[in-house]
């Protein structure tokens, strides 16, 4: 079994900052590529960032220049930096892989990794 456990929301004011956390169980060098996602109240998931083994990162248009992920690999964890937060960003952010693969465990997929997400509230 794999897991994706998610942490750091709260509640700050708009233009504030926070830094979410997603700890894995197993080794994220086998994750790839690596998401965040988020859902606001009544409204479908969306893709917010992504970023691939080499790096390379992508971003939905509505956070780029605000957000930044990234990874440490070492201690399997992945982040999501975010500044000048707006009220729109209010939702359940998630984090998530395409897939994980060892010759031992075998395959698992992104259905696999949902966790039960970290809440944030931009709000004054």
């Known amino acids: 079994q794999v897991q994706l456990v998610e942490s750091g929301g709260g509640l700050v004011q708009p233009g504030g900052s926070l830094r979410l956390s997603c700890t894995a169980s197993r080794s994220i060098s086998m994750m790839n590529p690596m998401h965040w996602y988020r859902q606001a109240s009544g409204k479908q998931r969306d893709l917010v960032a992504t970023?691939?083994?080499?790096?390379?990162?992508t971003y939905t248009n509505s956070v780029k220049g605000r957000f930044t992920i990234s990874k440490n690999s070492a201690k399997n964890m992945l982040y999501l930096q975010m500044d000048s937060l707006k009220p729109e960003d209010t939702a359940v952010y998630y984090c998530?892989?395409?897939?994980?693969?060892?010759?031992?465990?075998?395959?698992?997929?992104?259905?696999?990794?949902w966790g039960q997400g970290t809440q944030v509230n931009v709000s004054t």
């Open positions: 970023i691939t083994s080499d790096g390379s990162t």
């Open positions: 998530n892989a395409d897939s994980y693969c060892d010759p031992v465990s075998g395959c698992y997929w992104s259905a696999d990794f």
